[in-house]
């Protein structure tokens, strides 16, 4: 094996407590889970339904499923709360609010932003599968901000397909509250924008972003001073050597975090509205920064020892 994970029993005990129901379904969100409305009826508060659609994304259930197996925790813990049907949490997944997970790092930061697409099943899907219809598929792309030292998502947006990239580097920054000390991208991110936007967040944010082959050299010392810089030594020393000086290689982590959040999370999204949409991918990114607080593979590579 070209790696060795050095830390294998805590990163096995985390493997094993993301089956545990008792990791996903904390007992701070059952003291808080329902109030009664007039006559008896169940009122959940907001903890109840994002544990409950974190239970659904994390064994990758269906919603009467997700139902059932609540319906069932909470009578085998004997307790006296009842679990939200399919159909409530259909209906409050469409409000809940913006979902953050605890275990998010608050600086200084080395964010890696990129964007992946996740696919939806829709009208033009059924018209294919059903009549042999031909139809452009249609996706969602997910924009990630990524703390490069450990793996956390630290922000994420959903947006339609035909968004760009650069236009979304600002909301990600925006939710995030802690210091942000370097940007890594990759080159569809390159312009003046998403340096002004960056240096809007804080003057002394370093940008790692490679500039386009035909990019040249700007005046002044404005956002565009660092671009400049780049351009300089791409052009005296190489494309490689940049690469290497910059430490833009870590850029690979965020296409990890996307192969992750897909493998483990799913490649597409289930819900129809677009605003269910963008809860069940926030969701997603706070299972999978739950999933990587339990336990995270610390894997340094081989030294090869040649005989």
Known sequence: MAFK?????????????????T???????????QTLGPGGQARYTDAAIQTTLMVRTAFRLALRQ????????????????SAPDHSTISRRAVTLPAILSDSV?????HLLIDSTGLQVYGAGQWLEAKHGVKSRRKWRKLHLAVDADNGMIVAQILTDQDVDDPSQVAPLLDQIDGLVERVTADGAYDGAPTYATIASHGTN??????PRSTAVVSGGQGPLAQRNQHLEMITQRGRLAWQK???????????TTMGRYKALIGPRLRARGFAAQQTEAAIGVAVLNQMLAAGRPDSVRRTRVLA
């Open 245 to 255: 000086a910059t430490d833009y290689g870590k850029r690979s982590l965020v296409e």
């Open 66 to 81: 997700t139902e059932g197996l609540m319906a069932s925790v909470i009578t085998l813990m004997d307790l006296s709360i």
């Open 205 to 210: 944010i370093e940008v790692v972003i490679p």
């Open 23 to 33: 990791f996903w379904i904390a007992d701070a969100a059952l003291d808080h889970w």
């Open 105 to 109: 790092p608050h600086g200084p930061l």
């Open 5 to 21: 994970v050095q830390n294998w029993p805590e990163y096995e005990a985390g493997l094993r407590l993301r089956g545990s129901l």
